[in-house]
């Protein structure tokens, strides 16, 4: 979701299909062959006069990205690895190569009053030539059907058959109102920086597009999406927030039953309410909907992770990578695969390169692996970095991290003297989690308490609590009976006890 997707002990709430995996392989001249079947899509040009346009140019990436998505033949690059390539210089070829995809399509976009001039060229990596290219000139009540001939030429270029019910999607305008679709992007535009303030920015946006058309399906889930990490990420007005996230993502699935991105959101919102079984079955839907949709593939994974189904985690984790493979969200998922594994040298190539992407969050998470693997000078450093990144947006990270760092220490007196005040903040936004605190507790050989704190994050419906399999902090009460109890009701009681 965002920058905050950190699923780890000590911070509140903080989150987070089948899809043929085309690998590059050698040709006969031992030459690396790209798939032309696995395409990006780069950021649109803005060559408008007014700047403020560049929002417009985004959302149409944004736009034909997940049109052509919709096209089961091709594999798509999701929008975070793409935009990084924004305004670049560098060559197709050795974009192509980056991402190890075989066509790309590049284009840009122009906007005077209602009158908007679009460019496409698809080109082939392997040869640098061109698969095919197309000038529109339209009004602005055209641009969903310029979309969707984009996503059509493509296929026919690339020779992809679209299946009749893609077809229908990729036809399909997901509203009649300009407005209210330039309302939406300018959402979605906000949405994509991540900050609180943005994310505010955001919601005003999505609720603007949905004032503007009632039956813009994409602007409930905007308003969901808002929702959802306003609660989990942010601390937000929690209870407030995450009803109206399921009210709205509801709405979406009235409108539209089939829309990918709203079966997926349905079941991040499950898992936090702890009903998995469910939040499975969605997660499901929306890939079989929407192969080339890398959120719902890594969402997946985490929740078959905290059930210890881990070659399906590695799975889905592995096609979200494939799909995205320059997003820090899931870099970072990836590493915390490995730490819920409990194989702590594998985690750390992952962290860093979330790091290199700009996640501030991960250098908590490494530092909590060098926790384990005893390197605790590491540890030390990768706390304070992450503590410096990160005071402004989280108030408390110094007392989450000086927590953590006493903990592998073995410095009870510290955790002792700490405690009073997590305890007292533990309501706060991005604040010490009852989770946490239920794990000070039990360090401290206090199980009454630990268990006290556990049911606070029971009925406050922490993401955290989940991974109550996995913590090794808890290794120590598995068999007590309320631990026992307390698995059952969050719906893990089918799987292994513990790790190994």
Request: hydrophobic letters at 40%; glycine letters at 6%.
């Amino acid at each position: 979701m965002n920058s905050s997707e950190d699923r780890g002990v000590g911070l509140k709430g903080w989150l987070s299909g089948k899809v043929p995996k085309a690998k590059p392989h050698e040709s006969k001249s031992g030459q690396v062959a790209l798939d032309t079947h696995r395409i990006a899509v780069l950021p649109f040009a803005n060559m408008s006069p007014d700047p403020s346009d560049e929002y417009f140019a985004d959302g149409m990436t944004e736009e034909i990205i997940s049109t052509v998505s919709g096209i089961s033949g091709l594999v798509v690059i999701s929008r975070t690895s793409v935009m990084g390539y924004k305004g670049t210089a560098k060559k197709v070829r050795e974009i192509g190569k980056e991402l190890e995809v075989g066509s790309v399509l590049e284009g840009s976009f122009r906007k005077a009053g209602d009158r908007i001039r679009v460019t496409t060229q698809l080109i082939d990596v392997a040869t640098d030539g061109h698969l095919w290219a197309q000038n529109y000139d339209r009004t602005l009540d055209d641009i969903f059907a310029v979309q969707s001939d984009v996503a059509k030429q493509v296929a026919e270029a690339l020779r992809v058959r679209v299946l009749s019910g893609e077809k229908e999607r990729v036809e399909k305008k997901p509203t009649e109102n300009t407005t209210a679709y330039a309302l939406y992007l300018r959402g979605r535009y906000y949405w994509n920086k991540r900050d609180l303030e943005d994310l505010k920015r955001a919601l005003e946006y999505f609720e603007l597009a949905v004032s503007e058309d009632p039956g813009f399906v994409l602007g409930y889930v905007g308003i969901s999406d808002c929702c959802v990490v306003l609660c989990h990420s942010w601390g937000v007005k929690p209870e407030a927030n995450l009803e109206r996230a399921k009210a709205m993502t509801d709405k979406a699935l009235q409108i539209d039953p089939e829309l990918a991105e709203a079966h997926a959101s349905k079941a991040l919102i499950m898992m936090g309410e702890y009903q998995l079984r469910q939040a499975e079955e969605e997660f499901r839907k929306a890939i079989e909907l929407k192969p080339s949709y890398a959120m719902a593939h890594m969402w997946y994974a985490n929740q078959l992770s905290i059930e210890l189904r881990w070659d399906e985690a590695r799975e889905q984790m592995e096609k979200a990578l494939e799909l995205d493979p320059l997003s820090p969200i899931i870099h970072y998922n990836h590493g915390d695969y490995y730490v819920h594994m409990r194989d702590y040298s594998k985690a750390i190539a992952p962290f860093r390169k979330a790091i290199e992407l700009g996640f501030a969050t991960a250098h908590a998470r490494m530092a909590y692996t060098y926790g384990w693997m005893k390197k605790f000078d590491d540890m030390r450093h990768e706390y304070e970095a992450w503590v410096e990144l990160s005071k402004d947006s989280v108030p408390l990270a110094q007392l989450v991290a000086n927590l953590h760092m006493a903990l592998f220490t073995d410095d009870k007196k510290t955790i002792s003297q700490l405690l009073p005040e997590a305890e007292i903040h533990f309501n706060d936004d991005i604040g010490p989690s009852p989770f946490l605190i239920g794990v000070l507790h039990f360090y401290l050989g206090d199980r009454e308490k630990g268990f006290e704190w556990l049911e606070r994050s029971y009925s406050k419906r922490e993401m955290t609590l989940l991974d109550i399999k996995i913590v090794r902090f808890l290794d120590g009460i598995r068999t007590d009976l309320r631990y026992l109890d307390l698995l059952k009701r969050l719906g893990l009681d089918q799987t292994a006890q513990s790790i190994s």
